[in-house]
């Protein structure tokens, strides 16, 4: 029995870690055996160097040199702005066009409208209006993150069930304290996904204001080094967006569920 | 003999009712055509009173239930408590559901502060005082952290009751709990219901479809006929209490129910 449960607690451990594994492997014999030249994709070991070198050395030693904590600060101060400012319209909106029939009827067109434009082709007037910077990244991230944020709150109200906004309302609940005492955490488990998912298009959408020309920031590293044909740099760029982009996938979860009983308390 | 039993009342001439429906008509638009769910219904629940009201399903118990809560606006007629009509839901008329309602995100205890928590006047210590008192009421004291999907549907409807009976409303509308639960557990709650009820002195109208059940509970029962809906009779039940169904007299109750139901 205890060991029946051991075996299955290390199964679920090292299950996640498969897949990973055997790429880099793969990928490994590739560079290795010379399959694909090093100038495509430079092996892991170089990866490795390029990433300690982007991470831990001395500023200016080299190109990209001991940038990785500025970039990344700069990215995600980048990515915090936009999806606060994301999660500030798209939460309230949100739950209101999910409950009020009328709110949701005038906002429904519009923001399905909207929604159909590709957040890339917001760029080029973004930079017109904003110039090249954090306010273009800022505004690209916000208006990418809205969509889902907004969609899912309006899914979560909409879908409460009816019988616990009535037991609510005969335990003389007023608007007030059935917003943030019933509504909020009855909706929770889609403001979450919603949440998860505006933060993961934030990251993509940072890349996108970044790649127009801003001096730091993880998204304008991989451009800069595509420019001057560092492969090696581009690859560490990407996986430090996934791991950064995962860690505050997590923080976020987190913090809903330091915040939210209801979050915490999720089946 | 019950027909006798009728006629008389003896709380009647007493006070104002607790709750008065009158002329309560509902009518529902289905494809264009206008349905008569509830047809001029009328019937007064008294102080400390246990109505039952039983009917067919289908006969507007639950629309009834739902109008007498404040949920739904009757197309004609009116609904008084304490001969004031009613508007809104309020905490003055509880309902305890047959469905799960419980806020899944709030364990058995804070599920049954919730209520007392909306009013500030209610200090932590009185609000803890009382929460602990009710728990135990209703049994559930060493259940206290647990969230309503961990427990069972019985432990589920006691929550439901203590979370409306700790806020000591004037009237307790009930419809159908414990329609859902095994025979066992239906008889236990029936009987905590009863002595929660003596112990409280509240105002109690139960909707049923189980004719034992309402002869068990109440002091009177409203009997409902379908299509459309409307009060065909008033029996009052004479039991000593606690009853049970194999008490004396309980059969001719039921006989008399039954031929009522199927007229």
């Given at each position: 029995?205890?060991?029946?449960?051991?075996?299955?607690?290390?199964?679920?451990?090292?299950?996640?870690?498969?897949?990973?594994?055997?790429?880099?492997?793969?990928?490994?014999?590739?560079?290795?055996?010379?399959?694909?030249?090093?100038?495509?994709?430079?092996?892991?070991?170089?990866?490795?160097?390029?990433?300690?070198?982007?991470?831990?050395?001395?500023?200016?030693?080299?190109?990209?040199?001991?940038?990785?904590?500025?970039?990344?600060?700069?990215?995600?101060?980048?990515?915090?702005?936009?999806?606060?400012?994301?999660?500030?319209?798209?939460?309230?909106?949100?739950?209101?066009?999910?409950?009020?029939?009328?709110?949701?009827?005038?906002?429904?067109?519009?923001?399905?409208?909207?929604?159909?434009?590709?957040?890339?082709?917001?760029?080029?007037?973004?930079?017109?209006?904003?110039?090249?910077?954090?306010?273009?990244?800022?505004?690209?991230?916000?208006?990418?993150?809205?969509?889902?944020?907004?969609?899912?709150?309006?899914?979560?109200?909409?879908?409460?069930?009816?019988?616990?906004?009535?037991?609510?309302?005969?335990?003389?609940?007023?608007?007030?304290?059935?917003?943030?005492?019933?509504?909020?955490?009855?909706?929770?488990?889609?403001?979450?996904?919603?949440?998860?998912?505006?933060?993961?298009?934030?990251?993509?959408?940072?890349?996108?204001?970044?790649?127009?020309?801003?001096?730091?920031?993880?998204?304008?590293?991989?451009?800069?080094?595509?420019?001057?044909?560092?492969?090696?740099?581009?690859?560490?760029?990407?996986?430090?967006?996934?791991?950064?982009?995962?860690?505050?996938?997590?923080?976020?979860?987190?913090?809903?569920?330091?915040?939210?009983?209801?979050?915490?308390?999720?089946? | 003999?019950?027909?006798?039993?009728?006629?008389?009342?003896?709380?009647?001439?007493?006070?104002?009712?607790?709750?008065?429906?009158?002329?309560?008509?509902?009518?529902?638009?289905?494809?264009?055509?206008?349905?008569?769910?509830?047809?001029?219904?009328?019937?007064?629940?008294?102080?400390?009173?246990?109505?039952?009201?039983?009917?067919?399903?289908?006969?507007?118990?639950?629309?009834?239930?739902?109008?007498?809560?404040?949920?739904?606006?009757?197309?004609?007629?009116?609904?008084?408590?304490?001969?004031?009509?009613?508007?809104?839901?309020?905490?003055?008329?509880?309902?305890?559901?047959?469905?799960?309602?419980?806020?899944?995100?709030?364990?058995?205890?804070?599920?049954?502060?919730?209520?007392l928590?909306?009013n500030r006047k209610n200090s932590a210590q009185h609000i803890k005082d009382e929460?602990?008192?009710?728990?135990?009421?209703?049994?559930?004291?060493?259940?206290?952290?647990?969230?309503?999907?961990?427990?069972?549907?019985?432990?589920?409807?006691?929550?439901?009751?203590?979370?409306?009976?700790?806020?000591?409303?004037?009237?307790?509308?009930?419809?159908?709990?414990?329609?859902?639960?095994?025979?066992?557990?239906?008889?236990?709650?029936?009987?905590?219901?009863?002595?929660?009820?003596?112990?409280?002195?509240?105002?109690?109208?139960?909707?049923?479809?189980?004719?034992?059940?309402?002869?068990?509970?109440?002091?009177?029962?409203?009997?409902?006929?379908?299509?459309?809906?409307?009060?065909?009779?008033?029996?009052?039940?004479?039991?000593?209490?606690?009853?049970?169904?194999?008490?004396?007299?309980?059969?001719?109750?039921?006989?008399?129910?039954?031929?009522?139901?199927?007229?």
């Amino acid at each position: 029995m205890d060991r029946n449960d051991d075996t299955r607690k290390i199964t679920r451990n090292i299950l996640p870690w498969i897949l990973p594994s055997a790429l880099i492997v793969l990928w490994f014999l590739i560079s290795r055996l010379q399959i694909i030249p090093g100038y495509l994709l430079p092996d892991p070991i170089t990866i490795l160097k390029t990433a300690s070198r982007y991470i831990f050395a001395e500023p200016g030693s080299s190109p990209y040199a001991g940038r990785f904590i500025h970039d990344t600060a700069a990215s995600m101060i980048r990515v915090s702005l936009g999806f606060l400012l994301a999660t500030i319209l798209g939460l309230p909106l949100g739950i209101l066009s999910g409950r009020v029939a009328e709110v949701n009827r005038f906002f429904n067109t519009f923001i399905n409208g909207l929604r159909a434009i590709p957040g890339i082709t917001w760029l080029p007037l973004a930079m017109v209006w904003f110039g090249i910077g954090v306010r273009t990244t800022v505004f690209l991230v916000a208006m990418a993150a809205f969509f889902p944020i907004y969609l899912n709150a309006a899914a979560g109200a909409r879908q409460i069930n009816p019988l616990i906004l009535r037991a609510g309302a005969m335990m003389g609940v007023g608007r007030v304290r059935g917003s943030y005492a019933v509504l909020l955490p009855g909706a929770m488990p889609h403001i979450m996904t919603g949440l998860r998912l505006g933060l993961g298009i934030s990251w993509a959408y940072l890349v996108l204001g970044e790649l127009t020309g801003v001096p730091d920031g993880l998204g304008a590293v991989i451009m800069d080094a595509r420019m001057i044909g560092q492969i090696d740099m581009i690859i560490v760029g990407m996986i430090l967006i996934a791991i950064v982009g995962k860690l505050s996938d997590t923080f976020l979860i987190t913090l809903l569920k330091i915040s939210f009983k209801s979050a915490r308390r999720m089946p | 003999m019950v027909e006798e039993k009728i006629k008389t009342n003896p709380r009647q001439t007493s006070s104002v009712p607790a709750l008065e429906a009158t002329d309560v008509t509902m009518r529902f638009n289905v494809d264009g055509i206008s349905k008569t769910v509830l047809d001029r219904v009328s019937f007064a629940a008294y102080h400390e009173e246990f109505t039952c009201i039983v009917g067919q399903s289908g006969c507007g118990k639950t629309t009834l239930l739902n109008i007498m809560a404040g949920f739904l606006a009757p197309s004609e007629g009116q609904v008084t408590v304490m001969g004031t009509a009613i508007r809104r839901p309020g905490p003055d008329r509880c309902v305890v559901f047959q469905e799960d309602t419980l806020f899944p995100w709030l364990t058995v205890r804070e599920n049954i502060a919730f209520g007392l928590k909306g009013n500030r006047k209610n200090s932590a210590q009185h609000i803890k005082d009382e929460v602990d008192r009710f728990l135990t009421l209703v049994g559930l004291a060493d259940y206290r952290n647990y969230l309503p999907r961990e427990i069972s549907s019985g432990m589920k409807q006691r929550v439901e009751l203590a979370r409306v009976l700790i806020l000591k409303p004037r009237i307790i509308l009930m419809d159908e709990p414990f329609a859902s639960l095994d025979y066992r557990t239906r008889r236990e709650m029936q009987n905590l219901l009863v002595s929660l009820w003596q112990e409280l002195s509240q105002t109690i109208i139960f909707v049923t479809h189980d004719v034992d059940e309402a002869i068990v509970l109440g002091d009177k029962i409203e009997i409902m006929d379908i299509n459309p809906g409307r009060i065909h009779e008033e029996l009052h039940i004479q039991l000593d209490r606690p009853r049970n169904i194999n008490q004396r007299d309980f059969a001719s109750y039921k006989d008399t129910l039954h031929r009522f139901l199927c007229d």
